[in-house]
T-cell receptor
Framework: GAVVSQHPSRVICKSGTSVKIECRSLDFQATTMFWYRQFPKQSLMLMATSNEGSKATYEQGVEKDKFLINHASLTLSTLTVTSAHPEDSSFYIC??????????????FGSGTRLTVV | AQKITQTQPGMFVQEKEAVTLDCTYDTSDQSYGLFWYKQPSSGEMIFLIYQGSYDEQNATEGRYSLNFQKARKSANLVISASQLGDSAMYFCAMRPRGSTLGRLYFGRGTQLTVWP
């Protein structure tokens, strides 16, 4: 079935460094990728939406220079947290949309990345 | 504006009993899809069930069923014969037809605890 491989699952980084999170769709083409952020015991907050080959569309209040999203191919999207600070510590999860599949009614989530900035 | 409301922050149910998790939604779109996801403590989002706004029958998937009341704009999830492994966070989500690029709108979630 449709699988989105998200790496790393956990990462600890020092304040001021950058961290890249990858979401790779296996055996299907991710037409659209959604990136979410989730704080403990809270809902998923949409950060940005990207289409392959296009610039990402960011939600209001999300700093595009801080959260760089690249969707260069139909199977790979990346989120880079630049100059990370402790307040960026959170759970990040991607969701790929495939217009050609009915599996999961078109949405496949990655397994998430728990980022801790120290 | 699109809105999903889950009014139960936490629910408790005894093993083998049924439980209903509430979800109401608000949209001006006539066509939309409703989803339920389970999120265990590991963080992954597990798709449970889907209901289309024009589906005349309530969706069912194994122990999960969706009590869809269109006029009331509610889409409650019913879990029958609860198991300890059902303990998790449950999210209701909606995709309006007019949603940009198929974006999902999520509720705040309900933390379900199943006790023996």
């Amino acid at each position: 079935g449709a699988v989105v491989s998200q790496h790393p699952s956990r990462v600890i980084c020092k304040s001021g460094t950058s961290v890249k999170i990858e979401c790779r769709s296996l055996d299907f083409q991710a037409t659209t990728m959604f990136w979410y952020r989730q704080f403990p015991k809270q809902s998923l907050m949409l950060m940005a939406t990207s289409n392959e080959g296009s610039k990402a569309t960011y939600e209001q209040g999300v700093e595009k220079d801080k959260f760089l999203i690249n969707h260069a191919s139909l199977t790979l999207s990346t989120l880079t947290v630049t100059s990370a600070h402790p307040e960026d510590s959170s759970f990040y999860i991607c969701s790929a949309r495939d217009l050609l599949t009915e599996e999961n009614y078109g949405y496949t989530f990655g397994s998430g990345t728990r980022l801790t900035v120290v | 504006a699109q809105k999903i409301t889950q009014t139960q922050p936490g629910m408790f149910v005894q093993e083998k009993e049924a439980v209903t998790l509430d979800c109401t939604y608000d949209t001006s779109d006539q066509s939309y899809g409703l989803f339920w996801y389970k999120q265990p403590s590991s963080g992954e989002m597990i798709f449970l069930i889907y209901q289309g706004s024009y589906d005349e029958q309530n969706a069912t998937e194994g122990r999960y069923s969706l009590n869809f009341q269109k006029a009331r704009k509610s889409a409650n999830l019913v879990i029958s014969a609860s198991q300890l492994g059902d303990s998790a966070m449950y999210f209701c989500a909606m995709r309006p037809r007019g949603s940009t690029l198929g974006r999902l709108y999520f509720g705040r979630g309900t933390q379900l605890t199943v006790w023996p």
